[in-house]
Structure formats: C-alpha cells, structure tokens
C-alpha cells in the first residue's frame, strides 16, 4: 500500500489474525469503556493515563438506545483485533454516540485521540466531524453514503454503487445490452438508479425503461407488470430486497425461462430465501466475498457467544489498517491521513479494498449466480488492484 511499506506484511499481519482467528489472551492492546461525558477536559491520569508508547484511537458508537447492538457489535471485533494482532501500541476507547455524537467526538477529542473509527450514521459525521476537523484528527466511518466522503472523512461502509455497477459490468460481459429496472421511491432507489445510468453509459448498453414502486407487495408487482407491458429490454435489475424481489421476479418472468436475467444488489447478500424461487434462479447479484468472514464469525460466536453483525468486520478492518499505519506513525503525532490513499490497498475481513483521493472506500466484489437451494460465485472478487 504504502511506499514505505512492503506489501507483504499487511498480508502476514491479516493472515496471522484471520489464520483461525486465533485469540491471544495477553495481547498488548488495550481498550478503554465508553463515555458520554460532554465536558471537555484534559484525561483523567486516574482513567487514561498518559501514554508514551501507545497511539490513541477513539471508537464512536451507539451503544445505548435503538442501534446499540450493531454497535457493540463493532466495539466487539475492535476488541478482537486487538487481542488477535497482540498490538501493542495502539489504546482504543469507546464513546456512546447515541444521545450527542458531538459531545462524544469533542470528549474523544479532549481525551487526545488523534483518530476516529466512526460515527456509524450518516447524520453524524457532520457533527462528530465539526469537532475532529479543527484538531485535525481523521474519520475512518462505518457509513456508506458517499456524499459524507472527504480527504479527511474515509467512508468504509459497503457502497452499494459499487455492487450495481460490478453486477452490471458482468452482465454485460455475458451479452446483455438492453436493460430495465424497477427502482424503490428512496434515497437507496435513487443511488442504485444513478450508479445503473453511469455503468450502461460507460460501456455502451441501453436503459431501455424504469419503473417505479412503493415499498410494498402490490406496488412492486404493479411496477413489473408495467415493464412487461413496455418489453424491449433482456436484463432487468431489482433494487430492493429479497424478499421483494422474489415477488417482482414471478411477474417479470416465467419458471424455466432465460430471459430477461434479473440481477440486484448487495441487499440479497446472506437471503437465502431467494434460492426458493423458481423465477430467481440464475439471478446475479454482487457482494464483498464472504470466504475471510467465515472465519471471523466463528471466532466471534466463540466469544461472545453470539452471531456478530456483518458490519462489524468493518470494525476489525479498521483496527488492522491503523495498526498498519502506525508502523510509520509517531506516537502523539497527527494521524498521517495521506498514507491512506496509494493503491496497493489492504487486505481484510471482507477482501482487499482501498480508498479513492475523494476518500471513498473501494472494494473488491465477487458476482454471485442464485440456484436451486444454494448460492454459487461466478466472478470471483480480484485479490488485489
């Protein structure tokens, strides 16, 4: 990734932790507990002693109220890294974001962090960011909307852009060239519309028409059914669910038939309803592979007792990157935010990935076929840029 680094040790430090994801009881890491506090002070040497040796890392998550579950989630596989790398110069402490996310980002700030794993919203990251930014101290958040994206606010959340357009690209490259699409009235509806339009217009294919729907039983089988009326088209992509695609893919076509191909988006990753349906089979969609995270989700059901949530590799992504750059970080120093961006990349839970100068998160996908009774890749995500 780095000019200073060598490739290879990014790949020895993920093959180390993730061989197994063996857990190192005496790992040198340490993690502090959440905090909410909004008084902005110097740290506690009784709480957060000064440290010499170890960088400061805050984790700003919900840990309380609707999302407090994802979040401790998360907060579990930082913990994980820690302990599975046996870091020991990196210090992780945890602030509750959900009921003030500035006065948890101004605490984290106070406490001398000079890098933030999160927010996980959206509507967070202004106000986290509003803190951070005057101390000069980065955002590596969870979310995925790339609008939030700058040189010093690093968007890790799975993109769904990048899903379309990986699924797309490849069912073009199997001979589709007219498509359709039935697209939720949504911000997602929107974002998945956009990144359809930009791909068929970089290789060459047509929209051939869209509908719309509500998110609901009889709008989105109303919605196909319009789109059989127009015809024309042989690909046609859903951009919801699984469970509404199923039924929007009995209208469009009968059991049996080819055509059109149905494709969708990273929403049907780990819905294995899918493969019940007669009308999906054959369907494509694309996701980050899910080989690494096998392991990952065994480990972390070992230890604490429960499925993790699948962005909470994102976590334990993270804690791998900043380890990473803390090879060339000095302690008390600003966090070196440029490193971030060569093109080698990193290689984590779920893949390599890498992030663009507009501080969006690149990833590589596989393409996965819907069969009967089972899911089969078809494109196997690259291994590296």
């Given at each position: 990734m780095f000019a200073t680094f060598k490739r290879g040790l990014m790949v020895a430090l993920v093959t180390l932790a993730l061989a197994g994801c063996k857990v190192i009881p005496d790992g040198g890491g340490q993690i502090e507990g959440p905090t909410t506090s909004p008084v902005v002070e110097a740290p506690d040497a009784a709480v957060l002693p000064q440290d010499a040796t170890r960088h400061r890392v805050a984790l700003l998550v919900p840990l309380s109220g609707r999302n407090a579950d994802v979040g401790q989630s998360i907060a579990n596989a930082t913990t994980m890294a820690l302990l599975d790398t046996g870091a020991q110069d990196l210090r992780i402490t945890t602030y509750d974001t959900a009921s003030n996310a500035q006065a948890a980002a101004r605490r984290a700030i106070a406490d001398g962090n000079k890098l933030i794993l999160g927010p996980l919203l959206r509507e967070d990251v202004d106000a986290v960011l509003a803190q951070a930014r005057p101390a000069a101290v980065p955002l590596i958040t969870f979310s995925n909307d790339v609008s939030v994206a700058r040189p010093d606010v690093l968007v890790l959340g799975y993109v769904p852009e990048q899903s379309i357009a990986r699924t797309v690209n490849f069912a073009i490259d199997q001979g589709a060239r007219n498509f359709a699409a039935l697209i939720p009235r949504s911000e997602?509806?929107?974002?998945?519309?956009?990144?359809?339009?930009?791909?068929?217009?970089?290789?060459?294919?047509?929209?051939?028409?869209?509908?719309?729907?509500?998110r609901g039983n009889t709008s989105i089988i109303s919605a196909a059914g319009r789109l059989n009326a127009l015809g024309g088209f042989d690909t046609v992509l859903i951009a919801d669910g699984a469970r509404l695609a199923t039924l929007a893919a009995g209208e469009l076509k009968k059991a049996g038939e080819a055509l059109p191909s149905i494709i969708g988006t990273e929403l049907w990753s780990g819905e294995m309803d899918i493969t019940r349906a007669n009308a999906m089979r054959g369907a494509w969609f694309s996701a980050v592979p899910d080989n690494?995270?096998?392991?990952?989700?065994?480990?972390?059901?070992?230890?604490f007792g429960e499925q993790p949530y699948r962005i909470s590799a994102l976590g334990y992504d993270a804690v791998l990157m900043t380890l990473r750059v803390a090879r060339d970080w000095r302690v008390g120093t600003n966090f070196p935010t440029s490193v971030m961006f060569a093109d080698g990349g990193f290689l984590g839970v779920d893949g390599v990935f890498r992030f663009g100068s507009n501080g969006v998160g690149q990833?590589?996908?596989?393409?996965?076929?819907?069969?009967?009774?089972?899911?089969?890749?078809?494109s196997p995500a690259p291994t590296k840029f």
């Open positions: 997602y509806g929107n974002t998945a519309l956009a990144a359809l339009e930009q791909t068929l217009a970089r290789r060459g294919a047509r929209l051939v028409s869209t509908e719309r729907f509500d690494r995270y096998g392991q990952f989700a065994e480990s972390y059901r070992s230890r990833r590589a996908m596989e393409v996965r076929e819907v069969k009967d009774g089972s899911i089969s890749v078809v």
